[in-house]
């Protein structure tokens, strides 16, 4: 156990400092391999976006990489790839994210190519008609898709009237009416350092990572940029909501059924954690998996998740079922909703998830990445440098009643949101 | 730094190999079987992936909801996975709790019990995940490209198997099929992480060797015929996306030719692991708006099978335009040698994804035990050495022998109504 305690990272091996600039950098070493990993974010996401304009944000994160003052995009992929490098730039409500690996003689490469990516993207128009052809063509394929379907229909009943309620990746009407005019006043103002958290593990000692870092970030300025607008407020449903997307040929159904639940630093969140584990993570899927999957065989997949991040979370299970199995399933998850919100969970079940969340952690931090990711999380949602050491006691604090007072808080089986696509 | 691995031979037959590796308290153990969808002849494709799923059933020491439980309860993560020539199980540990992934492996490769209830359940759940496969197109091209390619040998169908035959196998053909390729002289494991070589190779000993050996099952061979001429065809389905395949013969992990198709590959799709956007298919098929996607893929496997480039129709161009792009680049291959610089490039991007892959204590038991199923643990320490060996002449050989029309197949999914 002492040893499984030390591997964890904490205040005395992760290194925070705050450039000038005011981005934030998190560091740890890793020499076992002569590898780094990077990971970040800066306040950039589809929340700054207008109905009219969805899928900007996400065009803009994906032309980043496409042409910069001073690189081509073939000439960027070429000195990445040439190394065996990556770097990869995506967005979701909230944020711009960025992550990449490389050989640790190549990482000031990578934030090189990082800076410029952030801060002198061009958006050619030939690199930016491509693009758009392939957000197309994600569209038309989204469309087909029976589980982004059911999805994309769930979040816009669920969160009616929020950010959240939009998908990021647009519509057809919105992705074409996007200019490059557009996509360049976004640029000029949501990006900037303000709001930027950057995080490296491996075979640098932090000090130079950070040095590194201050050297070729450092010294970004970004008068235009603007903070992210606040969330409103959420509202659940009022009685059980049921929404049937068809796509005809299709062998099997989706669904997805659900509700608000916490953010991430809610309370409720630990309880509600370990409550959804029960329910649908623990072992084969918890307890939806036991009736929808093991004892009725309906499907190859079928559990909950909880969606907790910096707003309101959602709360859902989610299933892919034979079409004539669709009512069944359906009514399966809601009789296991009803018998947890009415008997929350047993002794062992709270021990068993208990068990698990501690004894799991050293596995989701095995590689460079998966510490980056924690790290940056730490610092996204103000867990503290000591989190993982405070970790195991804040898990087995969470009792049976705290359990039960969560889910009769998120769950309320008379008014779910139920989102089906299938034949 | 260079672990070393410890490789042994049980009485019974069992391979065993170590390696220890202390940077993380963590220890992996695969537990790998010589059968797969290979072994598998028609009637009764889909059993040995079918197979993998009953071993999660349970048995009488450990039945499943406390298998299950156990495993999670510490921590662990662990699954199961079928393939054309192998079938593989899991478990990545806190170190002090590997134990216990040990025994359930020594038990469950005898005493899984097949109940008659559990396949029933079962039957349905893989026809879901059959199912939740068919939904998607390049599901259905790939399946039809591997048909087409493979008349006789059993590479011919998909690991998850028919659904005639998924419907029609019984439980004793399953437990038979158990029985017959669940013996530890058909078995290898694989351990990597925290732990000392000596104690646990005792451990090993203790739970592994009272299993007594079975009559090593025999392969199916039954070696595809020569193809005589290029096969094209089209199948239709839902949604407005085209999508291509081309399928090539490509030859086993342990030819000669393997390693300087690996470079071909990488100079050709794009290096696995990688991102691909400066291969020489991305800048002519995806820059110049014949494709909207394109990748390249071969698998390392026991007997020849099939390299594939798979593409999606850039929506402004004809079907047959976009092919014409493809073979025009290949040839380029054909009739002139790569640069030198070029194939240095190739071997140091695999040197990256190699590094990458040895962060990571459960991938690294992953490739001991993977590459004993196609070749030995030996074809992945000596991979980079071996790429290191490639000249250009030789990547022009393969790409001529390898890559001619006449003994391809390609595929391609149109939208329902939709003109080629």
């Known amino acids: 156990m002492e040893k499984l305690k030390q591997s964890l990272p904490g205040p005395e091996d992760i290194f925070r400092a705050t450039l000038s600039n005011g981005i934030v950098v998190l560091a740890r070493a890793n020499f076992n391999s002569p590898s780094i990993s990077m990971g970040g974010y800066l306040p950039a996401g589809s929340i700054f976006e207008s109905d009219e304009k969805l899928g900007l944000a996400d065009f803009v994160s994906s032309s980043l990489m496409r042409g910069t003052q001073t690189r081509t995009f073939d000439a960027i992929y070429n000195e990445l790839e040439s190394v065996g490098a990556s770097l990869g730039i995506d967005s979701n409500v909230h944020n711009v994210n960025f992550g990449g690996r490389a050989l640790v003689e190549d990482f000031p490469l990578l934030l090189t190519l990082l800076s410029e990516s952030l801060r002198t993207p061009t958006f050619p128009k030939k690199e930016i008609e491509t693009l758009r052809m392939h957000m197309l063509t994600g569209l038309a394929l989204r469309e087909q898709d029976t589980a982004d379907m059911a999805a994309l229909a769930f979040d816009r009943m669920l969160f009616k009237?929020?950010?959240?309620?939009?998908?990021?990746?647009?519509?057809?009407?919105?992705?074409?009416?996007?200019?490059?005019?557009?996509?360049?006043e976004f640029h000029h103002r949501c990006?900037?350092?303000?709001?930027?958290?950057?995080s490296v593990v491996g075979?640098?000692?932090?000090?130079?990572?950070?040095?590194?870092?201050?050297h070729i970030l450092g010294g970004w300025q970004s008068a235009g940029q603007t903070l992210p607008p606040l969330l409103p407020k959420t509202k659940p449903v009022r009685k059980t909501v049921r929404h049937h997307h068809s796509l005809p040929g299709k062998s099997q159904s989706d669904l997805v059924i659900g509700m608000l639940g916490p953010s991430r630093k809610d309370p409720e969140y630990f309880p509600a954690s370990l409550g959804n584990s029960i329910l649908g993570q623990f072992g084969m899927m918890g307890r939806i998996g036991d009736v929808v999957r093991e004892k009725s065989g309906l499907a190859y997949y079928a559990s909950s998740n909880l969606s907790a991040g910096t707003g309101p979370g959602s709360w859902e299970v989610s299933a892919g079922v034979n079409p004539r199995n669709l009512d069944r399933a359906i009514d399966l998850i809601e009789k296991e909703l009803r018998r947890f919100v009415k008997n929350g969970v047993t002794k062992d079940e709270l021990a068993d998830s208990q068990a698990n969340y501690v004894g799991r952690l050293p596995l989701s931090l095995?590689?460079?990445?998966?510490?980056?990711?924690?790290?940056?999380?730490?610092?996204?949602?103000?867990l503290g440098l000591d989190y993982y050491q405070r970790y195991e006691s804040m898990v087995y604090a969470v009792t049976r009643a705290d359990v039960l007072e969560a889910a009769r808080k998120y769950i309320d089986p008379e008014r779910l949101v139920i989102s089906t696509a299938g034949p | 730094m260079e672990n070393r691995v410890t490789q042994v031979t049980l009485k019974n037959g069992m391979k065993v190999l170590l390696k220890e590796i202390h940077t993380a308290p963590i220890i992996s153990s695969w537990l790998w079987y010589r059968v797969g969808a290979r072994d598998e002849v028609t009637g009764k494709?889909?059993?040995?992936?079918?197979?993998?799923?009953?071993?999660?059933k349970g048995t009488k020491k450990f039945p499943a909801k406390i298998l299950d439980k156990a495993i999670s309860r510490d921590g662990g993560r662990w699954n199961a996975a079928t393939s054309r020539d192998a079938t593989h199980y899991y478990e990545t540990m806190p170190a002090d709790k590997i134990d216990l992934a040990l025994r359930l492996e020594a038990d469950r490769m005898q005493n899984s019990a097949f109940g008659v209830k559990e396949v029933a359940s079962e039957r349905t759940v893989i026809i879901s995940e059959r199912e939740g496969n068919e939904n998607e197109p390049l599901f259905q091209l790939t399946e039809a490209v591997q048909q087409t390619a493979f008349r006789v040998h059993?590479?011919?169908?998909?690991?998850?198997?028919?659904k005639a035959d998924l419907q029609l196998i019984t439980r004793d053909e399953l437990y038979e099929h158990y029985r017959r390729y669940y013996v530890p002289n058909n078995a290898a494991l694989s351990l990597a992480g925290d732990f000392e070589t000596k104690p646990m190779l005792k451990r090993i000993r203790e739970l592994f060797e009272p299993i007594p050996k079975g009559a090593t099952p025999k392969r199916i061979l039954r070696p595809e015929p020569e193809q005589r001429g290029e096969v094209r065809f089209s199948i239709e389905g839902s949604g407005e996306t085209t999508f291509i395949q081309a399928a090539y013969r490509f030859p086993n992990a342990t030819h000669p030719d393997f390693f300087p198709l690996q470079v071909f590959d990488g100079l050709l799709g794009g290096m696995s692991g990688l991102s691909t956007k400066t291969s020489r298919l991305y800048r002519a098929l995806v820059d110049k708006e014949y494709a909207i996607e394109v990748s390249g893929w071969a698998e390392p496997t026991i007997d020849p099978y099939l390299y594939r480039i798979t593409l999606i129709k850039h929506p402004k161009r004809a079907v047959d335009e976009v092919i014409a792009a493809m073979d025009a680049e290949i040839k380029k291959m054909q009739d002139t040698p790569v640069a030198e610089d070029e194939i240095r490039r190739a071997i140091k991007q695999a040197r990256a994804v190699f590094v990458y892959g040895n962060e990571n204590i459960t991938s690294q038991a992953f490739w001991m035990g993977y590459a004993e199923m196609f070749a030995s643990y030996a074809w992945y320490t000596t991979y980079l050495d071996n790429?290191?060996?490639?000249?250009?002449?030789?990547?022009?050989?393969?790409?001529?022998?390898?890559?001619?029309?006449?003994?391809?197949?390609?595929?391609?999914?149109?939208?329902k109504g939709s003109e080629a």
């Open chain 1, 161 to 184: 009237g929020h950010p959240y309620s939009r998908p990021g990746d647009g519509f057809v009407e919105t992705i074409m009416s996007i200019t490059r005019k557009d996509m360049k």
């Open chain 1, 191 to 198: 990006f900037g350092p303000k709001g930027m958290v950057i």
């Open chain 1, 203 to 214: 075979a640098i000692e932090p000090q130079k990572a950070a040095d590194a870092i201050e």
């Open chain 1, 366 to 382: 095995e590689s460079n990445s998966g510490v980056a990711g924690a790290i940056l999380n730490m610092e996204r949602y103000h």
């Open chain 2, 45 to 56: 494709t889909g059993i040995s992936h079918w197979t993998e799923h009953m071993l999660f």
């Open chain 2, 154 to 162: 059993p590479y011919h169908h998909e690991v998850i198997g028919d």
């Open chain 2, 387 to 415: 790429l290191a060996k490639i000249t250009p002449q030789d990547v022009q050989r393969v790409a001529q022998q390898y890559f001619e029309p006449a003994s391809r197949v390609i595929g391609v999914y149109l939208p």
